[in-house]
C-alpha cells in the first residue's frame, strides 16, 4: 500500500509541475494500431529507446508519448506479442514534439488475437461483436446474441430483456465501459419497447457471465453483460437501412492521435412488424437515439472518456379490432372485438457518464467516475372494447367448415391509464487496478456513491362487463358503475447507496493456469438501512497445459480443458418496482433479495475438421431467500412488495461453438433449469405456506441454434439462421390465485433467416467498389420462418355461463424484411 501511494503523490507531483518546467529531451508521440480493416488500437506495447532500459507502454487507445534525447538520432523500439519492430527518429531540437503513427502487422500475432491475448478467466463467455450486427431477427443486436447463450431465455422477440437461470429480467447487470445501463421501468409488452441501450456497430468487446461473477461487478442475483465501445484507429463510417429503419455509426481519431470518438444516430420504425399482430389499427412507433463515445488522452499518463446517450421514444398504437382463433381440435373458438381509443406510451432518457483514467505505470490503473441518468416515462391509453367469444365449426365435412355456428358470449370493456414516472441516478465512482510485474497477483478496488430519485403519479382502472350486466360485488347500489384494478398514488422517494468492493486475483501456478479469485462487495441503502455483505469466489486450473504445449496443435493426445468452480452471495437491494404492490403502496422496508451460487464448469478445447472449438458445460444450484414474489403480464412485472419467498434454482447448461464452416463461427446451445419457491401469505388472518411452486421464469428447457454457412459456388452468398426454443413456462393471475399452480403458456418456438450477399468484403481492393466503400451487403430477413403462433400473455373473457377463457395473445408473425449495410 505504501508503495502505491507513493507512485500516485509522484506523479501527481510531476503532473502538475510538468508545464512549469522546461523539458531538456525532444518528445515523440502517436498512435498503434494493427493493419486490421479497420484497423484496431493496440493496448500494451511496450516502446523503448534503444539502449535505455526503461520505456513506456501504449494506452487502451494505442496512444503513447516518449521523452527521446535531444539533438540526438534514435531509434525506437516496439515489442508486443509476436511482434518486435523498429523506428528511426531524426534529431530533434530540445522541446520539440514528433507526431508518428505505427502499423503493427495483425498476422504476426500468431494466432493471438490482439482484442484478448488469453483465454477468458472466470465464468465468463467472450462474445465476437460483428455477429451482433449480422444476427436476423427482429430487434437485432448484441442482446440478441446473448439470448442464444446456454442459461438465458426470453421468449419474446420484440424484446431485448432476458431471464437467467430463473431470474427475472431485473436481476441482470449491463455495463458499458464501466456504466451501469438501466431498462425502462413502465413498459408492459415488446412492441413498447424500442432500441436497447446498446449500439452493436460501437462495440468492441462482449463478456457474459450468467451466474458466479466477480465481486467487481455490482449487485443483482443473476447475470451481468460486460460491453466495451471502440476507439477508432481511423476514420470510418457505416450506414444501415432496412424496412425497419435506419442508423450511421461514425468514427475517427484527430492528426495528432490524442482525441478520438465514435458515435451513433439510430432510428426505428417498426409497424411493419406489429402489423402482423391480432390487433388491427394504426401503429406508429417511433424510436430514435444518440450516443457517442470520446476519448482524449491528456497526455502518457491521463486520459478522459465521455460517453453520453440521449433517447427519445414513442409508441402510439389507434387498435380497431383483434380477431383471434384459438382452442382445441374438439373445440375451435375465436374471439372477435371492435375497439376504439388511442394507447401511447413515452419514454425519453439522457444519460452522461464521464472518466478519468490515470496510469502512471504500467502496473497502476486509477478511474474516477461520475455519471448521470435521467428518464420520464409517461403511459397514457383509454381504451374501449366489445367483444363477442364465437364456437367455429371445426368438422371438415361439415358445410359450414371455419364459420361461427354459435355465440358463447359477450362484452364490453374500458381500459384507462394516467401514469408518469421521473427518475434520476446520480453516481460518483472510484476504481483501481494494481497488477505488480513478476508477481502472480492483481488486486481490484472500488468505491461508489449513488442517489437514487424517484416520482411516481400512478392511476388507471378498469372496466368490464359480461352480456351487458356490471357485477356489483359489495351489493351497494345497482346504479353504480364499478371499476376492477383502481390505483390512484403519488410516490416521491428518495434511496442513497454506498457501494464498495475489494478483489485479488492470484496465479497460483502458471504452469497450469491455476488460478483463484476472492472478493468481498459492501452494499448499503439508506431507504431501508440496510447493508449486505456479499463475498464471492473464483478458481479455475488448467491441468495439462504444460503438456500440451510439447505436442502439436493437431495431435489427438492433446488434452486440453480448464475446470473451473465458483460461489458466492449475490444480492439485489430493491430499486423500486420491487417495492410497490399491486394498490401502488411503497413497502420502504423491503430487504435485498439473496441468492447464493454454486457453480462447476469445464471448458474443452478441441479441434475438428482441422478448426478450433469449444465445449462448454456448467452444473449450478442457486440457493434463493428473501425472494419476492412476482406474477409476469407479458413484459410486465408485478410484485407483492414484500420478503415472502424462499426457494432455489438448479440446472445444468452446456454449448458448443466454433468453425463448422470455415472463417464462420457458429453454436449450439442447451440448458435444464429447474426453479421453485414456496411462498408465506395470510389467509382469513392466518398465516399460510404453499408447497413448492414452479416460478413463472421455471422454463424447463431451452435450446438454441446459430449457424452460419457459404455457399460453395457463391462464397459471396451467405446465410445465417438464428433458432431458438424454449419449453412451456407458468402462468399465473395475480393476487390469491398466485398461491397455487397456474396455467402454462405454451413452448417458445422460432427460426429466424439471414440471406446475405456480400457484394465487397472489408480490406478486398481487388473491386471498383473498393474506392468507394471498405464493405458492402445487402440482406434478405426472413423472421419467424415456419409461422409459429407463439403465445407471450393471455386476455381473461367469460360467456353467458360466467365461465372464463384464456384467450391467447400472439407475437409477430412472418415476415420479409431488406437490409443495406455499407462502411467506409
Given at each position: 500500500?505504501?508503495?502505491?501511494l507513493?507512485?500516485?503523490?509522484?506523479?501527481?507531483?510531476?503532473?502538475?509541475?510538468?508545464?512549469?518546467?522546461?523539458?531538456?529531451?525532444?518528445?515523440?508521440?502517436?498512435?498503434?494500431?494493427?493493419?486490421?480493416?479497420?484497423?484496431k488500437p493496440?493496448?500494451?506495447?511496450?516502446?523503448?529507446?534503444?539502449g535505455v532500459?526503461?520505456?513506456?507502454?501504449?494506452?487502451?487507445?494505442?496512444?503513447?508519448?516518449?521523452?527521446?534525447?535531444?539533438?540526438?538520432q534514435?531509434?525506437l523500439i516496439?515489442?508486443?506479442?509476436?511482434?518486435h519492430?523498429?523506428?528511426?527518429?531524426?534529431?530533434l531540437?530540445?522541446?520539440?514534439?514528433?507526431?508518428?503513427?505505427?502499423?503493427?502487422p495483425?498476422?504476426?500475432?500468431?494466432?493471438?488475437?490482439?482484442k484478448?491475448?488469453?483465454?477468458?478467466?472466470?465464468?465468463?463467455?467472450?462474445?465476437n461483436?460483428?455477429?451482433?450486427?449480422q444476427?436476423?431477427g427482429?430487434?437485432?443486436?448484441?442482446?440478441?446474441?446473448?439470448?442464444?447463450l446456454?442459461?438465458?431465455?426470453?421468449?419474446?422477440?420484440?424484446?431485448?430483456?432476458y431471464n437467467v437461470?430463473?431470474?427475472?429480467?431485473?436481476?441482470?447487470?449491463?455495463?458499458?465501459?464501466?456504466?451501469?445501463?438501466?431498462?425502462?421501468?413502465?413498459?408492459?409488452?415488446?412492441q413498447?419497447?424500442?432500441?436497447?441501450?446498446?449500439?452493436?456497430?460501437?462495440?468492441?468487446?462482449i463478456?457474459?457471465?450468467?451466474g458466479?461473477?466477480?465481486?467487481?461487478?455490482?449487485?443483482?442475483?443473476?447475470?451481468v453483460?460486460?460491453?466495451?465501445?471502440?476507439?477508432?484507429?481511423?476514420?470510418?463510417?457505416?450506414?444501415?437501412?432496412?424496412?425497419?429503419?435506419?442508423?450511421?455509426?461514425?468514427?475517427g481519431?484527430?492528426k495528432?492521435k490524442r482525441?478520438?470518438?465514435?458515435?451513433?444516430l439510430?432510428y426505428?420504425?417498426?409497424?411493419y412488424?406489429?402489423?402482423?399482430l391480432?390487433?388491427?389499427?394504426?401503429?406508429?412507433?417511433?424510436?430514435?437515439?444518440?450516443?457517442?463515445?470520446?476519448?482524449?488522452?491528456?497526455n502518457?499518463?491521463?486520459?478522459?472518456?465521455w460517453?453520453?446517450?440521449?433517447?427519445?421514444?414513442?409508441?402510439?398504437?389507434?387498435?380497431?379490432?383483434?380477431?383471434?382463433?384459438?382452442?382445441?381440435?374438439?373445440?375451435?373458438?375465436?374471439l372477435?372485438?371492435?375497439?376504439?381509443?388511442?394507447?401511447?406510451?413515452?419514454?425519453?432518457?439522457?444519460?452522461?457518464?464521464?472518466?478519468?483514467?490515470?496510469?502512471?505505470?504500467k502496473?497502476?490503473?486509477?478511474?474516477?467516475?461520475t455519471?448521470?441518468?435521467?428518464?420520464?416515462?409517461?403511459?397514457?391509453?383509454d381504451?374501449?372494447?366489445?367483444?363477442?367469444?364465437n364456437?367455429v365449426?371445426n368438422?371438415?365435412?361439415?358445410d359450414?367448415?371455419?364459420n361461427?355456428?354459435?355465440?358463447?358470449?359477450?362484452?364490453?370493456?374500458i381500459?384507462?391509464?394516467r401514469n408518469?414516472?421521473?427518475?434520476?441516478?446520480?453516481s460518483?465512482?472510484?476504481?483501481?487496478?494494481?497488477?505488480?510485474?513478476r508477481?502472480n497477483?492483481e488486486?481490484?478496488?472500488g468505491?461508489g456513491?449513488r442517489?437514487?430519485i424517484?416520482?411516481?403519479?400512478?392511476k388507471?382502472?378498469?372496466?368490464?362487463?359480461?352480456?351487458?350486466y356490471?357485477?356489483?360485488?359489495?351489493?351497494?347500489?345497482?346504479?353504480?358503475?364499478?371499476?376492477?384494478?383502481y390505483?390512484?398514488?403519488k410516490?416521491?422517494?428518495?434511496?442513497a447507496?454506498?457501494?464498495?468492493?475489494?478483489?485479488?486475483?492470484?496465479?497460483?501456478?502458471?504452469?497450469?493456469?491455476?488460478?483463484?479469485?476472492?472478493?468481498?462487495?459492501?452494499?448499503?441503502s439508506?431507504?431501508?438501512?440496510q447493508?449486505?455483505?456479499?463475498?464471492?469466489?473464483?478458481?479455475?486450473?488448467?491441468?495439462?497445459?504444460?503438456?500440451?504445449?510439447?505436442?502439436?496443435n493437431?495431435?489427438?493426445?492433446?488434452?486440453?480443458?480448464v475446470?473451473?468452480?465458483?460461489?458466492?452471495?449475490y444480492?439485489?437491494?430493491?430499486?423500486?418496482?420491487?417495492?410497490?404492490?399491486?394498490d401502488?403502496r411503497?413497502?420502504?422496508?423491503?430487504?435485498a433479495?439473496?441468492?447464493i451460487h454454486?457453480?462447476?464448469?469445464?471448458?474443452?478445447?478441441?479441434?475438428?475438421?482441422?478448426?478450433?472449438?469449444?465445449?462448454?458445460?456448467?452444473?449450478?444450484?442457486?440457493?434463493?431467500d428473501?425472494?419476492?414474489?412476482?406474477v409476469v403480464?407479458?413484459m410486465r412485472?408485478?410484485?407483492?412488495?414484500?420478503n415472502?419467498?424462499?426457494?432455489?434454482?438448479?440446472?445444468?447448461?452446456?454449448r458448443?461453438?466454433?468453425?463448422?464452416?470455415?472463417?464462420?463461427?457458429?453454436?449450439?446451445t442447451?440448458?435444464?433449469?429447474k426453479?421453485?419457491?414456496?411462498?408465506?401469505?395470510?389467509?382469513?388472518?392466518?398465516?399460510?405456506?404453499?408447497?413448492?411452486?414452479r416460478?413463472?421464469?421455471?422454463?424447463?428447457v431451452s435450446?438454441?441454434?446459430?449457424?452460419?454457412?457459404?455457399?460453395p459456388?457463391?462464397?459471396?452468398?451467405?446465410?445465417?439462421l438464428n433458432?431458438?426454443?424454449?419449453?412451456?413456462?407458468?402462468?399465473?393471475?395475480?393476487?390469491q390465485a398466485?398461491?397455487?399452480?397456474?396455467?402454462?403458456?405454451p413452448?417458445?418456438?422460432?427460426?429466424?433467416?439471414?440471406?446475405?450477399?456480400?457484394?465487397?468484403?472489408?480490406?478486398?481492393k481487388?473491386?471498383?467498389l473498393?474506392?468507394?466503400?471498405?464493405?458492402?451487403?445487402?440482406?434478405?430477413?426472413?423472421?419467424?420462418m415456419?409461422?409459429?403462433?407463439?403465445v407471450?400473455s393471455?386476455l381473461?373473457?367469460?360467456?353467458?355461463?360466467?365461465n372464463?377463457?384464456g384467450?391467447p395473445?400472439?407475437?409477430?408473425?412472418?415476415?420479409v424484411?431488406?437490409?443495406?449495410?455499407?462502411?467506409?
Amino acid at each position: 500500500m505504501q508503495r502505491i501511494l507513493s507512485i500516485i503523490i509522484i506523479s501527481l507531483f510531476s503532473v502538475m509541475n510538468l508545464k512549469g518546467q522546461e523539458s531538456q529531451n525532444a518528445i515523440v508521440y502517436g498512435v498503434i494500431i494493427s493493419d486490421d480493416k479497420p484497423p484496431k488500437p493496440i493496448a500494451d506495447v511496450q516502446i523503448l529507446v534503444n539502449g535505455v532500459f526503461t520505456g513506456v507502454l501504449s494506452n487502451k487507445s494505442g496512444w503513447f508519448e516518449i521523452e527521446i534525447p535531444a539533438n540526438t538520432q534514435v531509434q525506437l523500439i516496439f515489442t508486443y506479442v509476436g511482434i518486435h519492430s523498429k523506428l528511426n527518429i531524426e534529431p530533434l531540437e530540445k522541446g520539440k514534439k514528433k507526431k508518428v503513427e505505427i502499423i503493427l502487422p495483425a498476422k504476426v500475432l500468431d494466432g493471438v488475437d490482439i482484442k484478448e491475448s488469453k483465454r477468458p478467466s472466470g465464468n465468463i463467455i467472450k462474445l465476437n461483436p460483428k455477429i451482433a450486427t449480422q444476427i436476423p431477427g427482429v430487434g437485432s443486436g448484441v442482446e440478441s446474441i446473448v439470448k442464444t447463450l446456454p442459461g438465458v431465455a426470453s421468449g419474446n422477440e420484440l424484446s431485448s430483456q432476458y431471464n437467467v437461470r430463473g431470474g427475472s429480467y431485473d436481476e441482470n447487470l449491463v455495463y458499458v465501459n464501466d456504466f451501469e445501463v438501466f431498462r425502462p421501468q413502465l413498459v408492459r409488452t415488446g412492441q413498447q419497447e424500442g432500441l436497447s441501450f446498446i449500439n452493436p456497430f460501437m462495440v468492441n468487446n462482449i463478456s457474459f457471465s450468467a451466474g458466479g461473477f466477480e465481486s467487481k461487478y455490482g449487485d443483482k442475483m443473476s447475470s451481468v453483460l460486460d460491453v466495451e465501445y471502440r476507439t477508432p484507429g481511423k476514420f470510418e463510417a457505416t450506414g444501415e437501412i432496412s424496412f425497419m429503419g435506419a442508423e450511421l455509426n461514425m468514427g475517427g481519431i484527430s492528426k495528432n492521435k490524442r482525441f478520438s470518438y465514435i458515435a451513433g444516430l439510430r432510428y426505428l420504425a417498426n409497424n411493419y412488424i406489429l402489423n402482423s399482430l391480432d390487433v388491427k389499427g394504426q401503429y406508429n412507433p417511433r424510436f430514435l437515439d444518440f450516443q457517442s463515445l470520446l476519448v482524449y488522452n491528456l497526455n502518457r499518463n491521463w486520459r478522459l472518456e465521455w460517453l453520453s446517450n440521449i433517447s427519445q421514444n414513442k409508441y402510439q398504437l389507434i387498435p380497431v379490432s383483434q380477431t383471434t382463433s384459438f382452442g382445441t381440435i374438439q373445440t375451435a373458438l375465436k374471439l372477435f372485438v371492435v375497439m376504439a381509443g388511442n394507447e401511447v406510451m413515452e419514454y425519453n432518457s439522457a444519460m452522461s457518464g464521464l472518466s478519468l483514467v490515470f496510469e502512471p505505470s504500467k502496473e497502476l490503473t486509477l478511474k474516477f467516475m461520475t455519471s448521470g441518468v435521467s428518464s420520464i416515462e409517461s403511459e397514457k391509453y383509454d381504451i374501449f372494447g366489445a367483444y363477442e367469444l364465437n364456437l367455429v365449426e371445426n368438422n371438415m365435412g361439415s358445410d359450414d367448415f371455419g364459420n361461427v355456428i354459435a355465440t358463447l358470449g359477450n362484452g364490453y370493456f374500458i381500459n384507462h391509464a394516467r401514469n408518469q414516472l421521473y427518475y434520476q441516478i446520480l453516481s460518483f465512482d472510484h476504481k483501481g487496478v494494481y497488477k505488480p510485474i513478476r508477481k502472480n497477483i492483481e488486486v481490484r478496488w472500488g468505491l461508489g456513491y449513488r442517489k437514487d430519485i424517484i416520482e411516481d403519479a400512478f392511476k388507471e382502472w378498469h372496466y368490464s362487463d359480461s352480456s351487458e350486466y356490471n357485477i356489483n360485488p359489495n351489493h351497494l347500489s345497482f346504479d353504480s358503475i364499478f371499476v376492477s384494478d383502481y390505483i390512484n398514488s403519488k410516490i416521491t422517494i428518495t434511496n442513497a447507496r454506498i457501494q464498495g468492493f475489494g478483489q485479488l486475483t492470484w496465479t497460483i501456478n502458471p504452469e497450469n493456469a491455476q488460478q483463484i479469485t476472492f472478493g468481498v462487495r459492501s452494499h448499503y441503502s439508506s431507504i431501508n438501512n440496510q447493508n449486505v455483505i456479499s463475498p464471492r469466489l473464483q478458481y479455475s486450473i488448467e491441468p495439462n497445459r504444460r503438456f500440451n504445449r510439447t505436442v502439436t496443435n493437431d495431435s489427438l493426445m492433446k488434452r486440453d480443458y480448464v475446470l473451473r468452480a465458483a460461489t458466492g452471495y449475490y444480492y439485489q437491494p430493491p430499486f423500486y418496482r420491487e417495492m410497490r404492490d399491486f394498490d401502488g403502496r411503497i413497502n420502504t422496508s423491503l430487504k435485498a433479495q439473496r441468492s447464493i451460487h454454486f457453480i462447476t464448469g469445464a471448458d474443452y478445447y478441441f479441434k475438428m475438421w482441422k478448426r478450433p472449438f469449444k465445449l462448454f458445460t456448467e452444473v449450478y444450484y442457486k440457493d434463493l431467500d428473501y425472494l419476492v414474489p412476482f406474477v409476469v403480464d407479458n413484459m410486465r412485472i408485478r410484485y407483492y412488495a414484500d420478503n415472502t419467498s424462499h426457494g432455489y434454482a438448479t440446472g445444468i447448461d452446456t454449448r458448443i461453438n466454433g468453425q463448422f464452416i470455415p472463417g464462420l463461427e457458429s453454436w449450439f446451445t442447451f440448458s435444464f433449469l429447474k426453479t421453485s419457491e414456496q411462498i408465506r401469505y395470510i389467509e382469513d388472518g392466518v398465516e399460510k405456506e404453499t408447497p413448492f411452486l414452479r416460478r413463472p421464469t421455471d422454463r424447463r428447457v431451452s435450446a438454441s441454434l446459430f449457424f452460419q454457412d457459404e455457399l460453395p459456388i457463391l462464397p459471396d452468398c451467405r446465410v445465417n439462421l438464428n433458432m431458438v426454443f424454449g419449453a412451456p413456462t407458468p402462468y399465473f393471475l395475480p393476487g390469491q390465485a398466485r398461491y397455487h399452480e397456474g396455467n402454462k403458456i405454451p413452448a417458445y418456438r422460432r427460426l429466424d433467416a439471414g440471406f446475405n450477399y456480400v457484394f465487397l468484403k472489408e480490406g478486398d481492393k481487388t473491386k471498383k467498389l473498393s474506392k468507394t466503400f471498405n464493405s458492402l451487403w445487402v440482406g434478405l430477413e426472413v423472421f419467424n420462418m415456419l409461422g409459429i403462433n407463439n403465445v407471450i400473455s393471455y386476455l381473461w373473457v367469460k360467456d353467458i355461463n360466467n365461465n372464463v377463457f384464456g384467450v391467447p395473445e400472439f407475437l409477430t408473425s412472418r415476415r420479409v424484411s431488406l437490409r443495406i449495410v455499407a462502411s467506409l
